[in-house]
């Protein structure tokens, strides 16, 4: 067995932390500097931030979010959204993140998943994908919150993203993002058992049995989650235990 | 207060090696320059990426000499990740390299799969425990102190070392059935395989005993 690590999922549109449903309806939540700061004290094992307007606009504004975060906050940081070359991933690195994940530049330049798993290493490039669901069994490949078609089948794209030199892939289900229904556990499965690198299941985490079902059913090497965790409707402390009671191992956190 | 110096070789996450440093009271330098290296009072050499390519950043700047001068002083030097991995002879990652030498011993590529627990994936990316290893009798004196047997401290890595003299490895964690180093000790050298500056309050009390 191995551990399961639980990601914080924090979506940004700067200044505040924010929550969609399927990626849209955009709802303001508060300061993300303090959710995180109350994740990283209940014991989450990763932080997540996602600029989810960024690729919209050309540009990432969670430089100084990221700063002030690694001041404080010593668990690993990923950060997400509008980056476009290896220099805005270095500009982040150096800001505190520890991976960056890559989605719509990806998906325009995929030579670019090989060119920073190069400079920095694979542990730092993070394959994020959003998948909707086309029939059964198959998924596409979006970008823009789910608005921008791709054309790529999920699976042969996470399957290239591994060979190119990405690390890890976080996929998340637009069909399934903020409705609280639970993963797209097919989705997940189709992922991980198509790749040989670390997937992170992303993506309608309602209650802690969502967890146990997406990495006992859909292999997943890690949960994110965000509406439960903003809206206080389990703790981390809470999943935790559940997770353990369900014999799934997770880490003990100091008091 | 305690001074210490941070290897600046262009590889890896310095700014949370050095803002974690000052989470427990330390004065840090982040630095290439190797005087300041060489007369360190504690020397961290931090570092994620590809054993290669962190040799090369090392040789372009002058700085092995440098390391292995002050390794030579018997002040404290704490290698994190890719740093504890150059502290050995030598690296298989693409092709075969040669390291410091500080400590006998190669670095590997951690197996894909064992007869007990199939395939797996690599890297190796989470929380995993520390344990004592056989030949280690206790961890007084040593960067874990005050950790205790079986806390969580966080991986990343697709590569381990393999220490030659056993009694190196003073702690071990268990992936998929594999056996890692997971901190290493000879003398005034410790390593670590995992990231003390991303393990919460655990890796905070590592550093701060350092």
Known sequence: MKNIRIIARLDIKAPNLIKGIHLEGLRVIGDPLEYATKYYNDGADELLYMDIVASLYNRNQLLGLVERTARGIFIPITVGGGIRNVDDAHALLRAGADKVAINTAATKRPELITDIAKRFGSQCMILSIEAKRVTVGKWEVFTDNGREHTGLDVVEWAKKGAQLGAGEIIVTSVDQEGTRHGFDVDLVRAVSEAVSIPVVASGGMGQPEHLVGVVKNGKADAVAMADVLHYNRFSLPAIRQYARSQDLMVRDVPL | ?210
């Not at chain 2, 989470?23 to 290669?52: C, H, K, M, W």
């Not at chain 2, 395939?119 to 190796?124: E, G, L, T, V």
């Not at chain 2, 102190?145 to 393999?162: I, L, M, R, W």
């Open chain 2, 1 to 210: 207060m305690k001074r210490v110096v941070v290897v600046d070789y262009g590889m890896g996450n310095l700014f949370s090696v050095c803002r974690a440093l000052e989470a427990t009271g330390a004065s840090v330098l982040l630095t290439s320059n190797p005087d300041e290296i060489q007369n360190a009072e504690r020397l961290v050499l931090p570092g994620v990426g590809a054993f290669a390519e962190g040799m090369a950043e090392i040789g372009r700047r002058g700085l092995a000499d440098p390391i292995l001068a002050f390794a030579k002083t018997g002040r404290p030097l704490l290698g994190i990740c890719l740093g504890m991995q150059l502290m050995f002879e030598s690296g298989e990652e693409f092709g075969t390299h040669e390291g410091l030498g500080l400590l006998p011993g190669s670095v590997v590529m951690l197996p894909t799969s064992n007869p007990t627990f199939g395939s797996f994936k690599i890297p190796h990316i989470g929380w995993n425990k520390l344990a004592m290893t056989g030949q280690c009798k206790s961890w007084n004196n040593t960067i874990l102190k005050n950790t205790a047997p079986d806390s969580f401290v966080y991986f990343v890595h697709s590569y381990e070392c393999k220490p030659v003299i056993e009694q190196h490895c003073i702690a071990r964690t268990e992936y998929c059935g594999c056996t890692i180093a997971a901190v290493v000790r000879k003398d005034n050298i410790s390593g670590c395989q995992f990231h003390p500056e991303k393990s919460g309050k655990t890796g905070l009390g590592i550093l701060t005993d350092f």
